[in-house]
């Protein structure tokens, strides 16, 4: 069985490092603490956690003097104004490409424009994106946007990170007969244009698709999704027991993705049981590809 293994797989450049900046400050204090998990998936959190950082639902359950770590997918304004109040060191993992989402929001208020975000409803990264302007509309679906009775001199429309961008094609189309002028900026971030590039070519050049990371990670579950438009013998696992040696049967080939907050030793240990498992149907030689 020949596995092929995504190049873009797994970490991306936002998530590798807000993990880096929470490491290192649990080596400098006991008291630090995030409002929420740093990603969505399950692994990294429990990581996390081991590292002895603290993770509240709100930021009155930090202690003064204590340090707030900010997330990747980016925070509300009110969230610096409020720890500064309550004499919190701050700590800043948003990723830099979040912030350049804030950074155009801003700019296109700034310009008159009424501000569209396209993206999914109460996710972390959209409430943030909100956050940085006076008021928003958010379309998830072209028919939010089809069904949506405002009409607007100007609308000026930006991006989840981790959106479809076929989904926003769709959604920017519909939204064009809602304005006298739209301006759109493709605030889709580079990774996840080459995660979705490259998953929409492995689906037709193998004859499964295992996809790895968490249900509660919106870009794995966009992957997933994109896999099985393509080809219907796509699975989702958030490791490797998650993965049914049933699924195999007659496969030669075997394409490997991930979603971007997915570790790297997840990967490779689902790689390592889809090889145990070439090995035990013994239909041909199994073997790793570390990108397609």
Sequence with gaps: MEINLART???????????????????KSSSVYMLGDIVHNEHVVRDINQSGIKVVSEMEHIPEGGTILLRAHGSRPDVYSDAGSHGLTIVDATCPMVVEIHDEAKILESQGYKIAIIGDHNHDEVLG?????????VFATPREAREHKGYYKKL???VQS????ENVRTIVSELITKASELRFINTIC???????????TMPTENDLMIIVGSFTSANTIRLTEIARGINPRTHQVQSASDI?????EGV???GVSAGASTPDYIIKEVVERIAEIG??????TSRTVTAT
């Design 9 to 27: 797989a797994g970490f991306c450049f936002g998530v590798r490092r807000a993990i880096k900046i929470a490491l290192k400050e649990a080596t």
């Design 129 to 137: 994106i909100a956050g940085q302007i006076k008021s928003s509309i």
């Design 156 to 158: 000026g429309v930006v």
């Design 162 to 165: 981790t959106q479809d961008i």
């Design 190 to 200: 580079k990774p996840t244009k080459d995660h979705q590039e490259e998953i929409r």
């Design 244 to 248: 049914d040696p049933a699924w195999f």
């Design 252 to 254: 030669e080939r075997v």
């Design 279 to 284: 090995e035990r149907l013994a239909v041909g």
